[in-house]
């Protein structure tokens, strides 16, 4: 599949769970994102990769653990998450090119309950 | 710190109206800002960039350093403009944080 993917769409976790989310690009990108989406907030950078090596954390909790084995793909470890935590949680790529655009996955929604 | 401002939660006006969108940055360096839309059940995806200085699906917007602003218009908006729309800054310096406003809502009604 082109574009990028991210899986999976739909995930419900109890507070005391360990889950991954997961996200997937073929588009030769070296940059990928995590944001947080929730409802009546602005979209939240969470996570910055630049070549696999992480260059921004804005502030998030430790209870989200990003990993970037490689360029195409990023996963965020998701433990002892809170109910605030719910929330939709987009991936982007993007070429490190001056005026590149950052493509988005469909995002994953996640409650935590 | 980078910050991108979109006062206006909701647009709604009649087709064939014109539409501005407001965005007001504060950023130290050069700039690079864009317009994402995102419509009803799509994912979130680009509507241009103001390096291009181009004009897509008859939207336009204009980079003042001077005001930092880069408010998106178009002269006649259409029903399929109904969507959200996200101004965006990416920082080139600061590892290209990429940083959003808080969306305006536009609302066409026939």
């Known amino acids: 599949e082109t574009g990028v993917t991210q899986t999976p769409r739909h995930l419900v976790m109890g507070m005391t769970n360990k889950k991954s989310l997961k996200c997937e690009q073929h588009l030769g990108h070296n940059a990928m994102y995590w944001y947080k989406q929730s409802a009546k907030k602005p979209l939240e950078l969470m996570f910055v990769?630049?070549?696999?090596?992480?260059?921004e954390n804005n502030s998030v909790p430790s209870r989200f653990s990003p990993e970037c084995p490689n360029s195409s793909h990023l996963f965020l470890h998701l433990h002892t998450l809170q109910p605030e935590d719910s929330a939709l949680y987009l991936c982007a790529s993007s070429q490190l090119i001056p005026g590149n655009e950052a493509f988005f996955g469909q995002g994953t929604r996640l409650t935590v309950v | 710190a980078q910050r991108v401002t979109q006062p206006e939660k909701l647009l709604s006006v009649f087709k064939g109206a014109p539409v501005e969108l407001k965005c007001n940055y504060s950023?130290?360096?050069?700039?690079?800002l864009f317009w994402y839309v995102q419509y009803s059940r799509q994912r979130l995806q680009l509507l241009l960039r103001?390096?291009s200085r181009e004009s897509i699906k008859g939207f336009t917007a204009d980079l003042n350093k001077g005001e930092t602003s880069f408010h998106l218009k178009k002269p006649f908006a259409q029903e399929e403009d109904s969507a959200m729309y996200y101004c965006?800054?990416?920082?080139?310096?600061?590892?290209?944080?990429?940083?959003f406003g808080g969306g305006t809502r536009v609302l066409v009604k026939p």
């Open positions: 965006a800054l990416r920082n080139p310096a600061a590892g290209n944080k990429l940083t």
């Open positions: 990769y630049n070549f696999k090596e992480q260059t």
């Open positions: 950023y130290s360096g050069s700039p690079e």
């Open positions: 103001h390096i």
